[in-house]
């Protein structure tokens, strides 16, 4: 009796063994499994990433010069009269040149020595050298820079062999969480090398750009690393490195980064003819909310309002209405007014596309042809840069064509708007931008370009304008 309890015992321990191993085995080699996979595309690969594509990665040094007055850096001490006598008015008030030197990365995208970077990089710059990983300066030129992206094209001069390219990735296959490395120079440390995921895609209301479709990555970004390359784990250039959200002015876990498809197009545009030539479908547009869906007779809120059109625009003749909301452009779903916006601006001009439309609910498609985003808006006045603290600004009536390039909401009834600021200028140099709105000068209403210009030329000492800037209203006080 007792020999056959501890047989059977013998025996159930062998059952649940067997079990055992029928259970469990199988995840534990699936477990051996995953590390390998970790340990394939983890460290080795990231280092062989890092290693194969750090000298498509290079620093970019660039200077420019600008005019400064001397009078603006004396002490008030030289303000007596005494001094001016004794000096001669010609000492005070002499334009001086003053060199700014500015420190940012590049990518290598082509043998023939084609580099991406950011446009305020290099921007306006007289001389820029370029430094591989290898050591190897270059001298470069600008192909062409486009501000309202942040990007810009340079091509290296010299000796172009056994340059390493980065290759170009599709950005649009990018997933939240994917792995990216970042490659640039921050804080002139060269060639530096940092690690993140994808955070989220498609950030088109940032404020930092005109035309914005960011991917966002916590790989540390910090100042110096603008113009450098964000990477996929095969290796390819899938963003260009722009700015940090940042209180301290250094990294603190979001960075942005422009797409490579989104700076493919633009590269292209600025090669072929050394500036960007938008796609304009000519509507204004909102993004839905449930109230306004429900109110328009809407069953969700997919896709993007038009809340006007332009006269005789590529969306008018193709039969396009207010009312009607968009919902897809060659099959690629418009969530937002900044992804249309910026979908039709990099399709550019004399492109065919399909756009899906909600009209009372009822789907239609359309086919359009995209004009050339106009750049003249009628009746615009402009200053001249000689004319005082406002010099070099243009501005505009409020008309549909400008309330759709700028974003200015349909609430805004009144006021000019800003469409042009010369670089370098007075106006510039206090801060005004593109898309700002003149409400108000010296507490008149203005209502006309010709009547802010008017009054302005015969404003003396203090001038008060009101301006609204991104729906806000600020007072602005300037001495002309």
Not at 9 to 26: D, E, G, H, M, N
Not at 241 to 255: D, E, F, H, P
Not at 281 to 287: A, I, K, M, Y
């Amino acid at each position: 009796m007792y020999l056959n309890s501890h047989l059977k015992r013998y025996a159930l321990c062998i059952f649940l063994l067997l079990f055992l191993s029928l259970v469990y085995l199988p995840s534990l080699h699936g477990s051996q499994q995953q590390t390998s996979i970790l340990t394939e595309t983890g460290e080795s690969r990231i280092a062989d990433i890092a290693e194969q594509t750090i000298n498509g990665v290079v620093n970019i040094s660039s200077t420019k010069v600008t005019q400064t007055n001397q009078q603006q850096f004396m002490h008030p001490f030289f303000n007596d009269p005494f001094f001016r006598d004794f000096f001669g008015h010609r000492f005070y008030g002499i334009p001086r040149e003053k060199r700014e030197r500015s420190l940012g990365s590049g990518v290598i995208v082509s043998g023939d020595g084609l580099v991406l970077t950011n446009s305020h990089v290099v921007e306006n710059a007289e001389e820029i050298v370029v430094t591989l990983a290898d050591k190897r300066e270059f001298e470069a030129s600008i192909v062409g820079t486009d501000p309202k992206s942040d990007l810009a094209v340079i091509r290296l001069k010299g000796d172009l062999s056994d340059l390493d390219p980065v290759p170009i990735g599709n950005s649009s296959k990018l997933r939240l969480g994917d792995i990216v490395l970042a490659i640039g120079n921050p804080f002139g440390l060269e060639h530096t090398v940092t690690m993140g995921i994808v955070s989220a895609k498609g950030r088109a209301n940032v404020g930092i750009t005109d035309y914005e479709d960011f991917i966002q990555t916590d790989a540390a970004i910090n100042p110096g690393n603008s113009g450098g390359a964000l990477l996929n784990l095969k290796g390819e250039l899938i963003g260009i490195n722009t700015a940090i959200l940042s209180r301290s002015g250094g990294y603190q876990g979001i960075g942005f980064a422009i797409p490579s498809n989104m700076a493919k197009a633009i590269m292209e545009s600025l090669v072929k003819y050394g500036k960007v030539v938008r796609g304009w479908l000519g509507v204004s547009t909102q993004d839905l909310d449930q109230d306004l869906a429900e109110a328009m007779g809407l069953s969700d809120t997919n896709g993007v309002l038009i809340t006007d059109i332009s006269e005789n625009s590529p969306a008018a003749q193709a039969g396009i209405q207010r009312g009607d909301v968009i919902l897809k452009v060659n099959g690629d779903e418009m969530t937002s007014t900044g992804r249309l916006r910026n979908t039709i601006a990099a399709l550019g001009a004399g492109s065919n596309v399909e756009i899906a439309i909600a009209r009372e609910d009822v789907e239609k498609i359309f086919k359009v042809t995209l004009d050339k985003l106009p750049d003249d808006f009628g009746g615009q006045t402009t200053l001249d840069k000689s004319e005082g603290v406002l010099g070099g600004l243009t501005v505009s009536p409020l008309s549909d064509l400008v309330r759709e390039k700028f974003e200015i909401k349909q609430e805004i009834k009144s006021g000019l708007v800003i469409t042009k600021v010369e670089p370098e200028s007075p106006a510039a140099q206090i801060g005004l931008v593109p898309g700002d709105l003149i409400l108000e000068i010296n507490r008149q209403e203005v209502k006309t370009p010709e009547e802010f210009a008017e009054q302005y030329r015969k404003s003396e000492g203090t001038i008060l304008l009101l301006i609204n800037r991104k729906g806000n209203n600020y007072f602005v006080t300037l001495k002309n």
